[in-house]
């Protein structure tokens, strides 16, 4: 944005507008503004440091005065009057009615603190920290509270419901029952007599397991015919074939 500067102008800039310069291409927009301003208060006829301003307001009223004052200055300034002629024809216009360049540089200076101071500042993290909740105290436990006493009414109620109701469904007695122990009294003939053993009896003789019965033979099962009337007649027919065979071959051989 700066390098438009001729190189003679750059020459007689002071030390300080070189720092507001570096701040700027550094993105330290404050710190440039406050240099900035500083140099206009100390040296109002400075027009490297008019522009400067110019360059790091947002305002265009306030650009285009920088911008006059700076070519009130040096009228041969290379962008002065080039930019002061791209801004609205209203901004202007408004110059010649009431020109802010010819304001004094210490109020110059002081708006510019001001913007610088204006601008948002981040909030400190121990303000925007959540405080820790403050502890709950428990609730109060209430007292025990005795029943109310029963009245007449529920008393006779309860007595006649507990009458009519069986044994075993009576409420126990709060009040303690005093038990007598029974001791049994001996005989002050049996009491003087030493205790004898008594003679101890055999043990009885279990009668033996009976013997399991034996097993009784099954019957045999009825054979099976082993041939039928039919099978035999078939052997006998057989039969009679061979020894009329063998008859033949007899007599062939003897007669042959």
Avoid at 87 to 101: C, D, N, Q, R
């Amino acid at each position: 944005m700066f390098d438009i500067i001729p190189q003679d102008t750059r020459d007689d800039m002071t030390s300080t507008l070189h720092d507001a310069i570096a701040a700027v291409r550094a993105g330290d927009l404050e710190r440039a503004q406050l240099i900035a301003a500083d140099i206009v208060y100390n040296n109002p006829d400075d027009s490297n440091a008019w522009y400067l301003m110019s360059q790091l307001v947002d305002s265009d009223a306030r650009r285009a005065a920088y911008l006059n004052k700076t070519l009130s200055l040096n009228p041969a300034h290379p962008r002065a009057a080039a930019e002061l002629a791209a801004l609205p024809s209203g901004v202007i216009g408004a110059l010649s009615e009431a020109p802010a360049a010819s304001a004094a540089p210490a109020a110059v200076a002081e708006a510019a603190v001001e913007e610088v101071e204006l601008a948002p500042q981040p909030a400190p993290a121990w303000e925007t920290a959540v405080p820790p909740a403050a502890p709950t105290r428990p609730e109060p436990v209430a007292a025990y509270a005795p029943p109310p006493a029963r009245t007449a009414d529920e008393e006779a109620f309860v007595e006649e419901v507990a009458s009519s109701a069986p044994e075993w469904l009576w409420p126990l007695s709060p009040q303690q029952v005093a038990v007598e122990r029974q001791t049994t009294q001996q005989p002050e003939g049996e009491a003087s007599r030493p205790m004898t053993p008594r003679p101890a009896t055999p043990p009885t003789a279990q009668p033996a397991a009976a013997k399991p019965a034996a097993p009784r033979p099954r019957k045999p099962a009825p054979a099976k015919k082993s041939n039928n009337t039919g099978l035999t007649l078939l052997l006998g027919v057989l039969g009679l074939l061979t020894i009329l065979v063998l008859a033949v071959l007899f007599y062939l051989l003897i007669f042959s």
